[in-house]
């Protein structure tokens, strides 16, 4: 078991079904990294917009696996939301980045995908 996120609930959700705990695990590894990237890109060129539409994405995904930074990740968005110009969301962003990556490194080699 990994520290970078929980199963408990995205088992509960597959109802113990581990075949769709997989699928679940290759939608994250398919889908949040991708948007993390997007997120990432849109914070660099103040794209507000695009930041809260990536951040708003990710939001599901990153509460169901518990990694721990949906607070953070709602900071991100927000900023995004109500363009907060005055705002340096740059820690914030770096936070939940980790966060993806850790998760996704440790999926992958806990389910060999």
């Known amino acids: 078991m990994s520290d970078f996120y929980k199963l408990d609930r995205v088992r509960e959700?597959?109802?113990?079904?581990?075949?769709?705990?997989?699928?679940?695990?290759?939608?994250?590894?398919e889908e949040v990294p991708e948007d993390a990237e997007r997120l990432k890109n849109a914070v660099a060129e103040k794209d507000y917009h695009e930041a809260y539409q990536a951040a708003h994405k990710m939001k599901p995904t990153v509460d169901l696996f518990e990694l721990g930074v949906l607070e953070t990740l709602i900071e991100?968005?927000?900023?995004?939301?109500?363009?907060?110009?005055?705002?340096?969301?740059?820690?914030?962003?770096?936070?939940?980045?980790?966060?993806?990556?850790?998760?996704?490194?440790?999926?992958?080699?806990?389910?060999g995908l």
Do not use: I, P, Y
């Not at 769709?20 to 695990?25: D, M, N």
């Not at 980045?97 to 992958?108: F, T, Y």
């Open 13 to 29: 959700m597959a109802d113990n079904d581990e075949d769709f705990v997989v699928a679940l695990v290759g939608a994250f590894l």
């Open 76 to 111: 991100v968005q927000d900023w995004g939301k109500f363009e907060q110009t005055d705002k340096n969301v740059d820690a914030q962003l770096t936070t939940v980045l980790e966060a993806v990556e850790n998760a996704s490194n440790d999926l992958r080699s806990e389910f």
